[in-house]
């Protein structure tokens, strides 16, 4: 008996897998294969997965040839090393991945890294915290900011969901209240991005 890792978005889960084997005759009837609804003959021409009965030659892997040992991934069966990100094409066996908008597989670092927003302020990408798989960003305006830059164009005070340091946007600008109400008073100019950051 063989075990059959079931992975998904990050998660591992076993389940088995066993090659059929029988004390049987080589020409009784195991059942339909479900792959190519053939009927199997013979304990040894077939192996049972996922609660399911396949040919042997029927029971292959998506990225290569047939197989032992496999990964069921985004509805595919894989051999562990042919189970592999797409930018470093390391071998995501057993491993945290996701996938694209194209089912295009990642292992997490390179995903943040390809895919990560870019923060509206200084123009960087948000990647999780050293030792973390989680981003935090802020989306404001259907923009999105790091934490830290997250803050009023005008005096600079950090925003936040607190009392006092909430977002008051103004003409696509960051703005603090006090801020805010300065730059709507008539014959104020309209406040203006700073240039770095």
């Known amino acids: 008996m063989f075990m059959l890792v079931m992975v998904g978005r990050g998660q591992t889960q076993a389940a088995p897998f066993k090659k059929q084997t029988g004390n049987g005759p080589s020409n009784s009837k195991e059942g339909v294969c479900v792959k190519c609804n053939k009927e199997v003959y013979g304990a040894n021409q077939a192996c049972q997965a996922m609660g399911s009965l396949y040919h042997d030659t029927c029971f292959t892997c998506s990225a290569c040839t047939p197989l032992s040992y496999i990964l069921q991934a985004l509805g595919k069966s894989y051999h562990p090393g042919c189970f592999r990100c797409v930018i470093c094409n390391e071998s995501l066996d057993g491993v945290p ?3 694209d908008t194209e089912n295009k597989i990642y292992c997490v670092k390179d995903y943040h890294r390809v895919l990560a927003p870019k923060c509206a302020a ?10 973390s798989d989680e981003t935090i960003r802020v989306v404001s305006m259907d923009r999105d900011y790091h934490v830290e830059c997250y803050h009023c164009e005008d005096c600079k005070m950090e ?7 909430r977002c008051y946007p103004l003409n696509g600008h960051l703005l603090c209240h006090s801020c805010h109400l300065k730059h709507i008073q008539p014959g104020c100019p309209p406040p203006v991005a700073a ?3």
Not at 122 to 131: D, K, Y
Request: aromatic share 8%; hydrophobic share 25%.
């Open 159 to 165: 925003l936040n969901d607190e009392e006092g340091h």
């Open 195 to 197: 240039s770095t950051y």
């Open 122 to 131: 200084c123009n960087l990408p948000i990647l999780p915290s050293e030792g």
């Open 97 to 99: 991945f996701t996938v």
